[in-house]
């Protein structure tokens, strides 16, 4: 554990919840799960112990279900998990807590906000999202969701439990459960084998390296099983839409706080017409949510800049890199959904695009840095999104309006239209589609965070207290620094005048996109003789040499290839052999001349 690992504690008495949301979070190294439990009194146990522990920090974030079931008495009439709440903040002001909840009654929610709860989301919240919002309200920050839309989010597989009052759904949890117990104290004891095993690794010990490959592999295999266990148990298979659960607005009892129980699946099918884009043959949200969750595997790798060009956010150290993508990704999701629930037409996309692009920039600015975060400079206070901000014209048109094919992913995003590629049409939904889109959605995502940092390098470059929390730890130094914007300097001066002329020469186009390793290069064909047409000075200049090289080259090379041949011609059989008949009298001329000296002797 490092010191940048969040620690979590989870209270939910819904133990295929738990064990979901365990699997959800397991694959991002900076959240440990310390503990979770299923009742308000062994939070307190395990926030005691914590607190009072001398060798570890306390608890960074409480995940907490609004809808526990508690046995209270009916004369109290508040609510017992607010009243926990309430005595939390009271013993624990440090500790934020996100209620993670099916509860959607505005009149209990309201009041947790007042008591100070630091956020909520709702159960099917997809986990990229839930990630960022945790990193937030650590942070210090707030989220609280204000519309309901945001409450109906499609949930994560494999995370929301069926609790279910029927005679079926009870015999099947008798059924399931003690299995899944069993695989459960299964798992627990491999990871303790596991554990065992790094304590004593060592690199020459075959036996060691076989043991830990094979519980690998088996844990594996456990987690799989829990997995597939816990899809039978969901009403659906699919991922889904929740419906609001019918709890009285009047009543505070918590029995009435009933995990969801019904989901209901939303099939729209794809149509590539723009005025019937609701109907679809595929589930519509899953077109998103495929390249979102995509996306979101592919930033938990190194993030390493492999393009051979230097990058805004290579300036960044990790943590930093990957949480503003992860910002970029929400609000990106936030503004589709914001747009679909604006009936945006066809039509109006195009020329909407350079606002809605600019509104996600400062939307992500806000979100990354902190809409009143300043630092401090000669005794005056500076706010940095302000100042941020004043570039916003400058980034728009150098970096923002110059990322391609914005326009193609959003028709294809919010309508379902078909992509081109390499000339031909491919329907939204197809395996090209999906790469293709995948490709445009990230490369986006990274031209976009490096607008973000460009002016922070601009104007705050040399800030020590901007250097210790955003940049990498190689790059703290003044001279370091400022070779990195010589740099950046350079490398836009080469794109304008000579690499994107010639990307318009050749019809194609250069996207950044997350690779296994981290960021690479892909270059894709798309027509672009529009923008031909409409060059002038020295990047028409570029690409008349371009087109000089290639009328030149063919017959050159056809020449000093020529030439070359005549030359390996005369110098073979022309040369060679006179030099070859020279030798050859040489020869014949010394044995003649070593006989007569024979002959003489005689």
Same mark, same amino acid.
């Given at each position: ?15 295929i ?7 959800a ?7 440990e ?5 299923? +009742? ?25 279900? /609004?809808g526990?079931?508690?046995?209270e ?19 624990? &002001?440090?500790?934020?807590? /996100? ?8 009149? /209990?929610?309201l ?30 920050e ?13 949930p ?13 759904g ?15 104290q299964?798992?627990?004891?491999v990871? =303790? ?13 075959? !036996? ?98 492999l393009?051979g060009? &230097? ?41 909407k ?18 809409k ?7 005794? =005056? ?7 941020i ?58 031209q ?5 940092i ?18 990498d730890?190689?790059?703290? +130094? ?28 050749? +019809? ?13 290069? =892909? ?12 060059l ?10 371009l ?38 009298? !040489? ?6 001349s ?9």
């Open positions: 554990m490092t010191s940048s690992t969040v620690r979590l504690l989870i209270i939910d008495d819904d133990p919840f738990r064990m979901g949301l365990l699997s979070l397991e694959p991002f190294s900076d959240l799960v310390i503990a979770e439990v299923e +009742s308000l009194e062994s939070a307190f146990r395990v926030l005691e112990t914590e607190t009072n522990s001398e060798d570890q920090k306390p608890v960074d974030l409480i995940i907490l279900e /609004l526990l079931k508690i046995k008495n009916p004369a109290l009439k508040t609510h017992p998990v607010l009243d926990f709440c309430q005595q939390l903040k009271t013993q624990y &002001p440090q500790i934020p807590i /996100l209620l993670l909840t099916t509860v959607k009654l505005q009149n /209990l929610l009041s947790a906000q007042k008591i100070g709860v630091d956020g909520y989301c709702n159960k099917g919240i997809p986990v990229r999202e839930l990630v960022i919002i945790i990193n937030q309200l650590v942070a210090g707030r989220y609280w969701l204000e519309s309901l839309a945001a409450l109906n989010r499609e994560f597989m494999g995370i929301v439990s069926r609790k279910t009052g029927s005679l079926l009870n015999i099947q949890g008798f059924l399931v459960q003690p299995g899944m117990r069993q695989i459960e299964a798992i627990a004891e990871n =303790q084998e596991i554990k065992r095993n790094l304590e004593q690794f060592n690199q020459q010990d075959t !036996i060691t390296i076989i043991n830990k490959l094979i519980l690998t592999g088996k844990r594996r295999e456990l987690l799989t099983a829990r997995w597939i266990v816990s899809q039978l148990l969901s009403e659906e298979t699919s991922p889904s839409l929740e419906v609001s659960a019918q709890v009285s607005s009047d009543n505070f009892n918590a029995d009435n706080y009933e995990p969801l129980k019904n989901y209901q699946s939303i099939a729209l099918v794809i149509n590539s017409d723009p005025a019937n884009h609701k109907s679809s043959g595929i589930v519509a949200n899953n077109l998103k949510s495929v390249l979102f969750d995509k996306t979101v595997i592919k930033l938990q790798s190194g993030l390493i800049n393009t060009m &230097p990058l805004e956010i290579d300036i960044l150290r990790l943590s930093k890199k990957r949480e503003l993508l992860y910002i970029l990704l929400k609000q990106l999701e936030i503004l589709l959904d914001e747009l679909i629930l604006s009936d945006l037409q066809y039509e109006q996309l195009a020329e695009i350079p606002n809605l692009i600019t509104d996600f920039w400062q939307a992500a600015t806000f979100d990354f840095f902190g009143y975060y300043t630092v401090t400079k000669n005794n =005056q206070n500076i706010e940095i999104v302000t100042i901000l004043k570039d916003a014209d400058l980034i728009q048109n150098n970096i923002l309006n110059k990322i391609p094919l914005v326009k193609d992913l959003f028709e294809h995003l919010l309508f379902y239209r078909p992509l081109t590629i390499d000339n031909l049409s491919c329907p939204a939904g197809g395996l090209d589609a999906m790469e293709r889109a995948e490709a445009l959605l990230q490369n986006l995502l990274i976009v965070a490096n607008a973000i460009q002016p922070l390098l601009n104007s705050f470059s040399d800030y020590e207290e901007i250097k210790l929390k955003f940049y730890r190689r790059l703290l +130094s003044t001279r370091e620094i400022e070779k990195f914007r010589n740099s950046l300097s350079w490398r836009y001066r080469l794109e304008q005048y000579v690499a994107e002329p010639k990307a318009i020469f050749e +019809s194609s186009y250069l996207l950044l996109v997350l690779g296994e390793r981290g960021i690479q290069k =892909q270059v894709i064909y798309y027509p672009r003789r529009d923008e031909l047409e409409k002038s000075g020295i990047p028409l200049t570029v690409t008349l040499i087109e000089t090289r290639d009328a030149v080259a063919p017959p050159l090379r056809a020449a000093i290839s020529f030439v070359g041949s005549a030359i390996i011609y005369v110098l073979t059989n022309v040369v060679g052999r006179g030099l070859g008949l020279i030798g050859k009298g !040489i020869i014949q001329g010394i044995g003649t070593f006989q007569d000296s024979r002959t003489g002797k005689k």
